[in-house]
């Protein structure tokens, strides 16, 4: 990025954590097997972590809707797994596994090339998750992960869901920055199309394998200001 | 701290930030003098910096007691800067110059302890501002000195500002903890004593020089959980 390039405005850099930096889908099935396996329960743990995952966007329409008030994703995923394990035969799990169980979103590994590009990038932006995930899920991410991250912003910092446009704005507004300043990055191509509505800069990465195998986005399929194939590309594209 | 004390529960600090972590007295005469002495001004910059902060308590006021809506702190700061420099004569300074002045705040120095200590709170407890500084404010202050914070709380998430039980609860909300879980560190008795009737632990750090040499307070003046003479100190007691 030369400096007479229009983004060379650009001071942050807000980012969609679950597909864009977490492999959620194998790191939910490990965290399931590792507490439902030693209990005798054997089932397709991909299944499950996919299962656990269709609930996510219905679960926060819910609270964009105005039909519930905002809870934080914590809750949100706990609700949603007593929606779905009847399914996988889990009954009578008790207190403490479904805790412990929701707390296999706050176990996510990053896809490899995150931790080394992010320290790159927090040398020339301001770095924030702008995710769907609440403030301790972001740390316990952080700290797994060692995202170096300057604030956590996001959906609970603005008590609302993606793709709704006061998320993307509280994150602006939390950083003194006019939109045209912040560039949302993400592997999903609706996040980038929200947040240039908005007026943020949009950054696409690549997360082809995020249901498994080819099956995320090679590519942008809106305009974007950049398309990256991973966050280390995407350094190299801001002139990091 | 043995692992048999009640503290071993406690699981985060939050940090207050002007006077118990930054020396805001010096930075703010040193940024003053910085931009106003090459326009030809002449003034006593450290009283400088005490005019400005005396009227930190009243123009937080005004929010606290519902007469103005909650604005950041940098909002409140440019307003009561205006409200006090024709005292010092200086009148007719542009917008520029008003709102390089305000970042002033943004330009703190912690002082010497702070940022090693910092490193090794956060090897044993998740670390965060709990501040009347706003997001943007704090990664400033963050980046200047090298504060590996976890996450920014404070007023800015809570929408009011300390001493309100709300900014000391959010905080602990935040972080998916109970308030008997965090320990406010401060050097000022008034924030801990609120702090602990929310539920949370206290610690004081004596920051004898923040108002000149021997202003501040020695020791704390209410029940703490621990008092240190300052952050490493802090960090032994807490057994780190």
Redesign the interface.
Same mark, same amino acid.
């Given at each position: 990025m030369r400096e007479d390039l229009p983004l060379s405005g650009v001071r942050a850099l807000f980012f969609d954590v679950f597909g864009t930096l977490m492999d959620w889908r194998t790191s939910v099935a490990r965290e399931a097997e590792r507490i439902l396996a030693p209990r005798g329960h054997r089932l397709d743990w991909i299944a499950f972590a996919d299962a656990w995952r269709a609930e996510y966007q219905p679960g926060m329409e819910e609270v964009r809707s105005g039909r519930q008030p905002f809870a934080k994703l &914590?809750v949100l995923h706990r609700r949603n797994l007593e929606r779905f394990i009847p399914r996988f035969r889990l009954t009578g799990l008790s207190e403490d596994v479904l805790a412990e169980l929701t707390l296999a979103w706050h176990r996510l590994d990053a896809w490899p090339d995150v931790p080394a590009a992010m320290v790159r990038l927090k040398t020339k932006f301001?770095i924030a998750p702008c995710s769907n995930g609440? =403030?301790?899920l972001?740390?316990d991410l952080?700290?797994r992960n060692r995202l170096?991250? &300057?604030?956590?912003?996001g959906s609970? =910092?603005a008590g609302d869901f993606k793709p709704k446009p006061r998320v993307y704005l509280a994150a602006c507004e939390?950083?003194?920055?006019a939109p045209a300043q912040c560039m949302m990055v993400a592997a999903h191509s609706r996040d980038l199309k929200s947040a240039a509505e908005c007026g943020l800069r949009t950054g696409h990465t690549a997360r082809v394998n995020e249901y498994g195998a080819n099956t995320g986005e090679p590519a942008p399929t809106v305009p974007v200001d950049v398309a990256a194939k991973d966050l280390a590309d995407l350094a190299d594209k801001l002139g990091v």
């Open positions: &914590d301001w609440n =403030i301790a972001m740390v952080a700290r170096p991250w &300057d604030a956590i912003l609970e =910092i939390a950083f003194n920055l």
